[in-house]
Nanobody, 122 residues
Framework: QVQLVESGGGLVQAGGSLRLSCAASGRTFNNYNVAWFRQVPGKGREFVAAISWTGRRTYADSVKGRFTISRDNAKSTMYLKMNSLKPEDTAVYYC????????????????WGQGTQVTVSS
C-alpha cells in the first residue's frame, strides 16, 4: 500500500505560479511511477504529467513548457511546479502512483491522494 497526501494548492492570479507537493508513505517510493491528474466538476480526470521511477517525464500538451514535474526519492515526495497559470488550469489536482510502467490514464493507477484545489483567477 502507498498513501499519498497532496498540498500546496490555493488561489492565484493568472500568470502566477504554484508548487504542489505529494508526500508518499508506505512502500518504497523509489520503485513507483507517479503522476498528476486534474479534474473539474462534471468531467473525468485529466492527465497532467508523470515521472517514472527512472526519472523520465511525460506532459500533457496543455501544460508542456509551463509545468515541471519532479521527485525527491530521499523525501518520498513528488512536486509539480506550475508557472504561467491560466484560468483553465483551475481544477482539483490529484497525485497518483503505480508500480508498473508509467502511464497517462487514470485507470492505470492504483493509489490516489485526496486532491488539492487550484484556482486561477483572471
Amino acid at each position: 500500500q502507498v498513501q499519498l497526501v497532496e498540498s500546496g494548492g490555493g488561489l492565484v492570479q493568472a500568470g502566477g505560479s504554484l508548487r504542489l507537493s505529494c508526500a508518499a508513505s508506505g512502500r518504497t517510493f523509489n520503485n513507483y511511477n507517479v503522476a498528476w491528474f486534474r479534474q473539474v466538476p462534471g468531467k473525468g480526470r485529466e492527465f497532467v504529467a508523470a515521472i517514472s521511477w527512472t526519472g523520465r517525464r511525460t506532459y500533457a500538451d496543455s501544460v508542456k513548457g509551463r509545468f515541471t514535474i519532479s521527485r525527491d526519492n530521499a523525501k518520498s515526495t513528488m512536486y509539480l511546479k506550475m508557472n504561467s497559470l491560466k484560468p483553465e488550469d483551475t481544477a482539483v489536482y490529484y497525485c497518483a502512483a503505480r508500480f508498473l510502467s508509467a502511464a497517462t490514464t487514470p485507470v492505470s493507477y492504483n493509489y490516489w491522494g485526496q486532491g488539492t484545489q487550484v484556482t486561477v483567477s483572471s
